[in-house]
Nanobody, 127 residues
Framework: QVQLVESGGGLVQAGVSLSLSCTAS????????MGWFRQTPVTAREFVAS????????YYSDSVKGRFTISRDNSENTVYLQMNSLKPEDTAVYYC????????????????????WGRGTQVTVSS
């Protein structure tokens, strides 16, 4: 089992950058594919980005492609989400999640497939 803890959220103005981190407990972090999702009080949990266990492959939602970058440091048991050019519509609670993949190159974008979730970190972007 793995425990995930997100950090780095906050209140920022539109146009600036923010970096989120998600640190995992346990020694097998490198065996998990990781994802970032977000949710508001009025929307369902939405896929943001995913990265394979190896870190080679990444995938983004259309709404963040070109602005957000997901990366991971397996030596630090941490996955990151660099968010640039933030917009008010990026306001949400951001969650990281882990899934045991079929191979270290696979990525996943369905929230229902993920096994472990963090508790989330709030990102608020003001206009």
């Amino acid at each position: 089992q793995v425990q995930l803890v997100e950090s780095g959220g906050g209140l920022v103005q539109a146009g600036v950058s923010l970096s989120l981190s998600c640190t995992a407990s346990g020694r097998t972090f490198s065996s998990y594919a990781m994802g970032w999702f977000r949710q508001t009080p009025v929307t369902a949990r939405e896929f943001v980005a995913s990265i394979s266990a190896s870190g080679v492959n990444t995938y983004y939602s259309d709404s963040v492609k070109g602005r957000f970058t997901i990366s991971r440091d397996n030596s630090e048991n941490t996955v990151y989400l660099q968010m640039n050019s933030l917009k008010p519509e990026d306001t949400a609670v951001y969650y990281c999640a882990a899934i045991t993949p079929f191979s270290d190159s696979e990525i996943y974008f369905s929230s229902h497939m993920y096994e472990y979730w963090g508790r989330g970190t709030q990102v608020t972007v003001s206009s």
